[in-house]
């Protein structure tokens, strides 16, 4: 049942996007015939002020219905009488909304909820690389990389670029205590190494819960319990999932010391690890734990532009997975359209430990920004394909005949039904044959 939030959720976003374009119509004098809550056929509607606003029966978001949309009306009132600029806002309006909309909702949730504070890690340190040279030892956490403070890897890797050949100090904390250390990084690195020799990782900061203890497990024999909040393990202070992960690898083939809170008192056990724990993989300890997200509440003024910050890291985000979709890096079998979406808010709200409004929320902000960009794709049938017709009248000086554009829309269209009837194809599959998002 959880899968059928997808339906509201896409409802409301498709609907804020033709209001973007029912209110930039009026702002610029293009007359809106009808303008649709859901989609046809219809149900009911009524006529005011020369607009039939109706109720249909698809409960699939909205519609806005102009004059001379066609191509076939030059009336003073129809959107092919407009200036370029004037239907350059029309067109492009309903993705400014779902931007505003995502901006909206993020600056909402970075101010009811606060900061969750990212923790970047070593993950693994190459033989013979500067990292190993300058001590660095899987584990450690990055406090200050070239005297700046670091939250995500992304800093990281940048700061380490601009010290590319010359000595860069970065302080971490190992085992509870401040480490100094230098290292050079290289300025001509072997294929897939990287400047300093390391594969990082990063996690919002979290307390670990323990779920579930399995039967027979290390973590049984140990006396760990449901409900624990995993503490320490060895040295190792644990602030978020990450550093659980990496203390336990370090741990491999020993008895170590885990300091568990239990009623509120600490409780200090042994807990024997595998000797072989393959890289990124599961401890298998015998430990399910839940990562409760710490956040830390924001000054007021703050609070914008971190809701800016994180919708644009969003939207970067967005375009890297174009771009790697267009590469061929990922399968078309990762594209998903409604009911895959379904699916996807069904598996992420099983196993998320925020709030269900919260983890909907996120959703939404993603959706919402995947719904402006793709809309915006220069694409017949789309958006972007009608705003490459204005940029082309505008290069060329005159318009292309409505006739020639209405058949490359028209072309589009039935191109694009056959790509969504693919993607519904393939949803269908991986939903019948068990496939997951998450594994």
């Known amino acids: 049942m959880k899968a059928l939030y997808i339906i509201p959720i896409l409802a409301i976003l498709i609907l804020v996007h033709e209001l973007g374009h029912f209110v930039s119509a009026r702002l610029v004098g293009i007359k809106v015939e009808e303008f649709g809550i859901g989609l046809p056929p219809r149900l009911f509607g009524f006529r005011r002020k020369g607009i039939i606003y109706s109720i249909n029966l698809i409960p699939l978001g909205g519609f806005v219905r102009v004059l001379g949309e066609d191509g076939k009306s030059f009336d003073p009132g129809s959107m092919q009488s407009k200036s370029r600029l004037q239907r350059t806002l029309f067109i492009t309006a309903g993705s400014l909304m779902n931007f505003l909309l995502a901006f909206v909702l993020m600056t909402a949730l970075v101010g009811i909820q606060g900061e969750a504070r990212m923790n970047v890690y070593v993950s693994e340190v190459q033989p013979g690389s500067p ?4 001590g660095w030892q899987s584990g450690d956490r990055f406090l200050t990389v070239g005297g700046k403070k670091v939250t995500s890897v992304d800093q990281v890797v940048a700061i380490t670029e601009d010290y590319a050949g010359r000595p860069m100090p970065v302080t971490l904390l190992r085992d509870g205590q401040t480490v100094e250390t230098e290292v050079v990084p290289r300025e001509n690195p072997p294929p897939g190494s990287g400047r300093t020799g ?8 979290a307390r670990m819960e323990v779920d579930s203890v399995e039967p027979g497990s290390p973590a049984e024999q140990a006396g760990i319990q449901p409900g624990d909040i995993v503490v320490r393990v060895g040295g190792q202070p644990i602030e978020d999932g990450s550093a659980y992960l990496l203390a336990l690898r370090n741990a491999a083939g020993t008895t170590v010391p885990v300091v568990v809170e239990r009623d509120g008192a600490p409780v200090e056990l042994f807990l024997s690890v595998p000797a072989k724990i393959p890289a990124q993989s599961d401890p298998h300890v015998g430990i399910a734990a839940r990562q ?37 890096s990922v399968p078309f079998s990762g594209i998903t359209g409604p009911i895959g979406m379904g699916q996807l808010t069904s598996e992420v709200l099983a196993v998320s430990s925020a709030p269900t409004w919260v983890t909907l929320t996120n959703l939404m902000v993603l959706l919402s920004l995947n719904l402006a960009i793709l809309n915006l794709l220069p694409l017949p049938a789309l958006d972007g394909g009608r705003l490459l017709f204005v940029v082309i009248e505008f290069i060329r000086g005159k318009r292309v005949s409505p006739e020639k554009e209405g058949v490359v829309h028209f072309v ?23 496939q997951s998002f998450l594994r």
């Open 292 to 328: 409760d997200v710490i956040y830390h509440p924001l000054p007021w003024w703050q609070i914008v532009p971190r809701g800016i910050s994180e919708t644009w890291n969003v939207v970067a985000q967005m375009f890297h997975g174009l771009v790697q979709l267009l590469r061929g």
């Open 198 to 205: 390391i594969l990082i990782t990063s996690a919002a900061e």
């Open 131 to 134: 990292a190993q040279a300058a």
């Open 412 to 434: 589009g269209l039935v191109l694009l039904l056959a790509f969504m009837f693919v993607v519904a194809f393939i949803d269908i599959e991986r939903l019948v044959s068990g």
